[in-house]
């Protein structure tokens, strides 16, 4: 089992940055794959980004790729999502996720089995 909080969310405006951060709890955080998906008003839960429980494998969706990093401290039990350039399509509640192993369907909320309670994410013109 595993809970995950994120935070980080805000207010920001056009071409700013934001860094979201998700704390995991338990033992074997390094065990998993960890996403970030978003869901804005009326649309459905979309993939942001993955990093595999190693680190070395990483995927963005086309919409964040360039301006996007996510990354991940296995020593402190928390993955992070750099936010930069923002545009006002970015806004969204943003959610972390997690998989033992998310497969090559990583960009499918059906991959992920543990989810936070997301945080919200604004980015006025």
């Known amino acids: 089992q595993v809970q995950l909080v994120e935070s980080g969310g805000g207010l920001v405006q056009v071409g700013g940055s934001l860094r979201l951060s998700c704390a995991a709890s338990?033992?074997?955080?390094?065990?998993?794959?960890m996403g970030w998906f978003r869901q804005a008003p009326g649309k459905e839960r979309e993939f942001v980004a993955t990093?595999?429980?190693?680190?070395?494998?990483?995927y963005y969706a086309d919409s964040v790729k360039g301006r996007f990093t996510i990354s991940r401290d296995n020593a402190k039990n928390t993955v992070y999502l750099q936010m930069n350039s923002l545009k006002p399509e970015d806004t969204a509640v943003y959610y972390c996720?997690?998989?033992?192993?998310?497969?090559?369907?990583?960009?499918?909320?059906?991959?992920?089995?543990?989810w936070g309670q997301g945080t919200q994410v604004t980015v006025s013109s």
């Open positions: 990093i595999k429980k190693s680190g070395g494998r990483i």
């Open positions: 338990g033992r074997t955080f390094s065990s998993y794959d």
């Open positions: 996720a997690a998989t033992y192993d998310s497969g090559r369907y990583y960009y499918t909320r059906a991959s992920y089995d543990y």
